[in-house]
């Protein structure tokens, strides 16, 4: 038992998730498998990952935003920021933002009812 979340990253292929990770997370974990491009294999696991199923964000994932950071290439991808959203089983939504140097976390301060998804574009508006 326990309160369950499962969650999901954004796409940038561009990152090449290392050996050291993947085992690590490889039960819990789906990683996205692509080619190089050349041939059938080898396929490396890059881009988005997300959980294979519910779970605790606590205990086996404590420390995943921080391996996410560590296992980043910053300087070859010169990219600036790496976003991981956990959707949790009572409906709340934790955003961590996951730069070089910080990783920033943050949740939605209120709620209001809707028609449907009226959220087709972002621009910005859960940047912390």
């Known amino acids: 038992m326990g309160f369950r979340s499962t969650f999901t990253t954004e796409d940038c292929n561009r990152i090449e998730w290392p050996d050291w990770f993947v085992n690590k997370y490889s039960c819990a974990v789906w990683f996205n498998e692509i080619s190089n491009g050349f041939t059938p294999m080898p396929r490396v696991p890059r881009g988005t990952i997300s959980s ?5 964000a ?3 994932l404590d420390e995943l935003h921080l391996d996410i950071q560590k296992a980043i290439q910053w300087d070859a991808l010169d990219i600036e920021s790496f976003i991981l ?3 949790h089983e009572c409906g709340g939504i934790t955003r961590c933002q996951i730069e070089r140097d910080k990783i920033k976390w943050s949740e939605p301060a209120s709620w209001r009812v809707t028609d449907g998804v009226e959220h087709d574009t972002c621009y910005g508006c859960s940047d912390v």
Do not use: A, R, S
């Not at 294979?52 to 605790?56: A, G, V």
């Open 58 to 60: 606590y205990g086996f």
């Open 52 to 56: 294979k199923n519910e779970q605790k």
């Open 85 to 87: 959203v956990f959707l």
